[in-house]
Every structure is written in structure tokens, then in C-alpha cells.
């Protein structure tokens, strides 16, 4: 499971874009969101890079956790 904390993640707006954006690359992935600990964890058989960008790109700005 990947794991990021995504400190501009404060709103429930924020946390469904988080979502709809790990979908966007995998769509089958599971996406699990704490959003008063501004984290989102991602099961998924894609690569680590490929969401950071993602998520990037769409104004996140994660912090990829070591797990």
C-alpha cells in the first residue's frame, strides 16, 4: 500500500480530488483518505511515481511516506 500525507488536503472537495485523481491512474485501485490526519493510501499494482505526479499535477503537493 502506498502511502502520502498531502498537507493542502483539509476539505472534503480536497480529499475527492485526491480520490478521483488516484483513479485517473488507476482506476481500479483502493483508495483509503484520512482527512484529519491528511493522509490517502492507495493499493494499487502502479507505480509509486505515477501518483506522486498525478497528484502533483493536480495541486496536491503529497509527501510520500515510507512504509
Known amino acids: 500500500m502506498l502511502e502520502f500525507v498531502i498537507t493542502t488536503m483539509t476539505t ?3 480529499a475527492g ?3 478521483e485523481t488516484v483513479y485517473l491512474v ?3 485501485a483502493v483508495v483509503q483518505i484520512d482527512l484529519e490526519g491528511r493522509e490517502l493510501r492507495v493499493a494499487s499494482s502502479r507505480d509509486n511515481d505515477l501518483f506522486l505526479k498525478a497528484l502533483v499535477g493536480a495541486g496536491l503537493l503529497p509527501l510520500e511516506m515510507d512504509v
Do not use: G, L
Request: hydrophobic share 45%; charged share 35%; glycine share 0%.
Open 12 to 14: 472534503p472537495k480536497a
Open 17 to 19: 480530488r485526491a480520490a
Open 26 to 28: 488507476d482506476a481500479h
